[in-house]
C-alpha cells in the first residue's frame, strides 16, 4: 500500500504546474504547547504527541489524546489540534482544525463608471479598471468570506533491521471562499542513539508533496531534511531535576525568504533550538527559539492521568503582531474511560 502511495506520488510530481515554497505549513505551527515551548526543537525528543514533527514517535506505548487550542493574530485565526495513538499498535494520529474568518473581500468595491460617474454611458475610464476622477468605492459592496483548512496526520512505525523507522501519511483540504483543494504528502523520519545522545533525521514531503486545486492548478512542494539532536542532563547534587539540550536544523530547497537564518539561492538552512527542565518529573520549565526567530517559552504540570502545558511565542519583531499563547491538555485513556464509567 505505501509502495502504491509512493509510486503515486511521483508520477504526481512530473505533471505539476509549478513548485510553490509553502502550502503544508497548517502541520509546521499545529503543535501542542510542550513542542511550541521548545521551539519545535523536538525532532530527537519523544514527548509523546509530537509524531508530526518525527513520525518515528509514534510508537509511545502509553495511551493518551492530547487537545490543543491556540488563537493566532489578536484571534483572527483559530486553531485546534487533537492528538492520540494506538499504544502497542504503534500508531498515531493527528486531526487539525483552522478557520480564518471576516476576510474582506474588496474585488466589487470599484464603481468603474468612468469620469461622468454614470453607468452604462462607456465613456473614458468605464470598465478600465482603475479608479479615474469621477469614480468612488463604495463599502456597500465590501463582502466577507472564510478560509477553512482541515488536516490529517497519521503515523505509524516499523523497525528494518532493528532501526526504528517512522512513516507519516498527510492530508490537507482547504476551503478559500468558492475554491477547494486536496493534497497529500508523505514524510519519513528516524532516531538513534549514541551514548546518551539521541539523533534524528527527518525527510518531509517525500519524494514531493502535491496540491490540486479544483480549477486544475497544482501546487507541488519539493522535500525538506530535519537534523535534530537532544541531550539529557543529570544533575547529581539534585537527583530530582533532569534537563533537556535540543537543537534542531531544517534544510530546505524551496522556502527561502528573508527571515531565514542562512540562505543561497533557493536553499534555506534553519535552525532552533530548547531546553526542557523536569523537576521531580511533575513540574516543567522550558525555552527556545523556533527556526522562525521567534523566542519561545513555558510551564507544563504532570498529575499522572492529566496534563497541562501553557506556551508563549513572542514576535520575531518590534510589535506585538505575531506574539500568541497555546494551551494542551494531554489525558489518559484509562482516566477518560474511568469518568465515562462513573457517569
Not at 461622468?116 to 469614480?135: A, R, W
Request: charged share 20%; aromatic share 14%.
Amino acid at each position: 500500500m505505501i509502495l502504491r502511495i509512493i509510486l503515486f506520488l511521483f508520477s504526481f510530481s512530473l505533471s505539476k504546474d509549478f513548485y510553490v515554497s509553502y502550502g503544508w505549513e497548517l502541520f509546521e505551527y499545529s503543535q501542542s504547547a510542550r513542542t511550541a515551548a521548545l521551539g519545535r526543537a523536538v525532532s530527537a525528543y519523544d514527548i509523546g504527541s509530537n509524531s508530526m514533527v518525527n513520525p518515528v514517535f509514534g510508537v509511545n506505548p502509553k495511551k493518551k489524546v492530547a487537545f490543543t487550542h491556540q488563537n493566532r493574530f489578536a484571534g483572527i485565526v483559530s486553531n485546534d489540534l487533537i492528538a492520540f495513538n494506538l499504544g502497542e499498535k504503534k500508531t498515531s494520529f493527528n486531526l487539525i482544525y483552522e478557520n480564518i474568518g471576516d476576510i474582506p473581500d474588496t474585488r466589487n468595491v470599484l464603481l468603474d463608471w468612468g469620469y461622468d460617474g454614470q453607468y452604462g454611458t462607456y465613456d473614458i475610464g468605464e470598465g478600465n479598471g482603475i479608479l479615474d476622477e469621477g469614480e468612488r468605492l463604495s463599502k456597500e459592496k465590501i463582502s466577507f468570506f472564510n478560509q477553512r483548512k482541515i488536516g490529517i496526520y497519521g503515523a505509524f512505525s516499523k523497525s528494518i533491521k532493528s532501526q526504528p523507522f517512522g512513516f507519516g501519511i498527510k492530508m490537507i483540504s482547504s476551503s478559500l471562499n468558492e475554491s477547494l483543494s486536496l493534497g497529500i504528502g508523505i514524510d519519513v523520519g528516524t532516531i538513534k542513539q549514541l551514548k546518551n545522545i539521541s539523533y534524528a533525521f527527518i525527510l518531509r514531503n517525500f519524494p514531493t508533496s502535491g496540491i490540486i486545486w479544483e480549477n486544475g492548478t497544482i501546487e507541488g512542494t519539493l522535500p525538506s531534511i530535519t537534523l535534530g539532536v537532544n541531550k539529557p542532563i543529570y544533575a547529581k547534587r539534585i537527583e530530582s531535576l533532569k534537563i533537556h539540550l535540543l537543537f534542531s536544523t531544517e534544510i530546505n530547497l524551496s522556502n527561502r525568504h528573508l527571515g531565514s537564518q542562512i540562505r543561497f539561492r533557493n536553499l534555506s538552512i534553519d535552525n532552533s533550538f530548547g531546553l526542557e527542565s523536569i523537576f521531580k518529573e511533575n513540574f516543567f520549565c522550558r525555552f527556545g527559539r523556533n527556526n522562525v526567530n521567534n523566542f519561545t517559552g513555558g510551564l507544563g504540570f504532570d498529575f499522572n492521568y492529566m496534563t497541562i502545558d501553557y506556551a508563549f511565542l513572542n514576535s520575531a519583531f518590534k510589535s506585538s503582531l505575531g506574539r500568541h499563547h497555546i494551551i494542551s491538555f494531554n489525558l489518559s485513556y484509562d482516566w477518560i474511560m474511568m469518568q465515562f464509567y462513573k457517569i
